[in-house]
């Protein structure tokens, strides 16, 4: 299994970037995917996740409203449209995928078998 996760970049507070992250070597539709962030010096934390079939997504309070999760089963990728980008946002940030992850371990980096390489985000003043 492959995760691999692009997008990321120097982008002014405020802004938007448009992460991907393409997934092979697995059934990508059976699999619920999920964005997790880290900052220097922090832990990773969850940032939103999207269910496999009926595509239910769930959000960090700290991005609802910004950020947007999607995915394209026929191109086996998982987006995310951030907007309106602070400081606070600067981060690698990680696509994960698991397929017999519950809903309550949604939100644990934990519970996730598969992880990608992470894409930089740096949100400058």
């Known amino acids: 299994v492959q995760l691999q996760a692009s997008g990321g970049g120097l982008v002014q507070t405020g802004g938007s970037l448009r992460l991907s992250c393409a997934a092979s070597?697995?059934?990508?539709?059976?699999?619920?995917m999920e964005w997790f962030r880290q900052a220097p010096g922090k832990e990773r934390e969850f940032v939103a996740a999207?269910?496999?079939?009926?595509?239910?997504?769930i959000y960090a309070d700290s991005v609802k409203g910004r950020f947007t999760i999607s995915r394209d089963n026929a191109k086996n990728t998982v987006y995310r449209e951030m907007n309106s980008l602070e400081p606070e946002d600067t981060a690698n940030y990680y696509c994960?995928?698991?397929?017999?992850?519950?809903?309550?371990?949604?939100?644990?980096?934990?519970?996730?078998?598969?992880w990608g390489q992470g894409t930089l985000v740096t949100v400058s003043n």
């Open positions: 994960a995928a698991d397929e017999q992850i519950i809903l309550s371990s949604v939100r644990r980096a934990s519970a996730y078998d598969y």
């Open positions: 070597g697995l059934s990508f539709s059976s699999y619920v």
């Open positions: 999207i269910n496999r079939g009926s595509g239910n997504t």
